[in-house]
């Protein structure tokens, strides 16, 4: 949850091995957009981005659902626009009541 949207988090089968070498993988990605940014180059901007997608997608944050209960991807979405959103304003009462 950040800012009131839901975001998918990693899929919870990855053993953490592989799971720790995807986010490693990511973080590369991620700075080598931040250096393509500051050289202004379009192109390393453009493999940079495929790179942080690629790795979101092998983490399970992005693609195919990695849940098969049948479950709705509300990846993205508006809390209040969801299911758990009676959920969400449950957990933000407990949270603000410590």
Do not use: I
């Not at 973080?27 to 997608?53: F, I, N, T, Y």
């Not at 209960?69 to 508006?78: I, L, P, Q, S, T």
Request: one cysteine or more; proline letters at 2%.
């Amino acid at each position: 949850m950040v800012k009131g949207q839901l975001w998918r988090c990693s899929n919870p089968s990855l053993s953490e091995e592989v799971r720790q070498r995807l986010v490693n993988e990511l973080m590369a990605a991620r700075r080598e957009v931040k250096a393509a940014k500051a050289s202004a180059d379009s192109d390393a901007l453009k493999a940079a981005r495929a790179g942080v997608h690629q790795a979101k997608v092998a983490l399970g944050e992005r693609g195919d659902v990695w849940w098969t209960d049948g479950a709705r991807d509300f990846n993205r979405c508006k809390v209040e626009n969801t299911p758990y959103a009676q959920w969400y304003v449950g957990s933000e009462a407990q949270r603000s009541a410590k």
